[in-house]
């Protein structure tokens, strides 16, 4: 039986013009080895926040550290992992600016469904964590699993995974974890059946998730297709998140190192669209007469379901088309 490799401690970069790979090497620091593990990058600094990973096909103990890469400055750093994970699944919110890690493995037994959120304002090579613990329903503990953080929406969108049982989950929806209202949705008209391994990016040229490829029960079993997330009528909102959270400050270390049956639907993607901003109510009057106010609306209940129906359809470029 040929032997599995190991894990990788490199960091490469994609050089489009020469259209390759190649190492990058760094003045301070050194990445420890990992597999599995999770990556985004805050744009303004510009770093790189590692989370989670274990360091060997030998073990199924996740690393005690998670490791921030500064571009700039050409520096590694690691800071003890507010919690022990691999298989997790990020989202990057740019505007607050934080990065959201959802669900993901600590160990040959247990598998985890917290919602954590790194505050990146203060200090990004050494982000402040928090978990988020919202009200109400929330998906099943998970890793492997698919998420991207959608701006337009304020929305972490999460797809698929295996469970506590590692057997691909069979839910029947999407979830997606609505900032603004710090609470969980289930889009349960938005499945395309059991999905795990796959990634997950955001479109902002069509504002819409895009779900990529992934397998269904096995390695001989995978698919490359591509979906995007339709949400008709659902419009920007201002974000403003109010959520319980357990603050947890992490401590830099010293280490110098379709549909359910698969059938595509041939609805192209939706084309970008300015929204209008609703204003303030009032009543027009008659010329000479003075306008009255109008009552303020009533507030938007709290928990409610997302205003419109939403499903995955496959992505046929136009490009390509037929």
Known sequence: MAEERDAERAVYRFVPRQKLWAGENFATGVLRPLQEHAAAIHLDEPVIIVVGGRESNSTEDPSVRWHSIDLRLSRVSAFTAPDRLYGSSVGYDVEFPRIFVFGGKKGSQTTSDLLWQLNLRANPARP??????????????????????????????????????????????????????????????????????????????????????????????????????????????????????????????????????????????????????????????????TASPTAPAAPTPTKSPPPAPTSWRLYMPLAVRR
Not at 142 to 147: E, I, L, P, V
Not at 199 to 223: K, N, W
């Open 128 to 289: 402040e964590a928090s978990t988020i613990r919202p009200r109400g329903d929330r998906p099943a503990a998970r890793y492997a699993h698919a998420s991207v953080y959608d701006p337009s929406r304020h929305w972490l969108i999460t797809y698929g995974g295996l469970g506590a049982n590692d057997q691909p989950l069979n839910e029947g929806r999407t979830w997606v974890f609505d900032t603004n209202r710090g609470l969980w949705d289930r889009l349960d008209s938005a499945w395309i059946g059991e999905r795990y391994g796959a990634a997950m990016v955001y479109d902002s040229f069509h504002q819409t998730p895009l779900l990529i490829a992934g397998a269904v029960r096995g390695s001989r079993d995978l698919r490359g297709t591509l979906h995007y997330l339709d949400c008709p009528g659902l419009v920007p909102e201002p974000s403003a998140t109010a959520v319980e959270s357990e603050t947890a400050t992490a401590t830099e270390s010293a280490t110098p190192e379709a549909s359910a049956t698969g059938e595509p639907s041939d609805t192209p993607l939706p084309q970008p669209s300015a929204t209008a901003t609703p204003s303030p109510s009032s009543t027009s009057a008659a010329p000479g007469e």
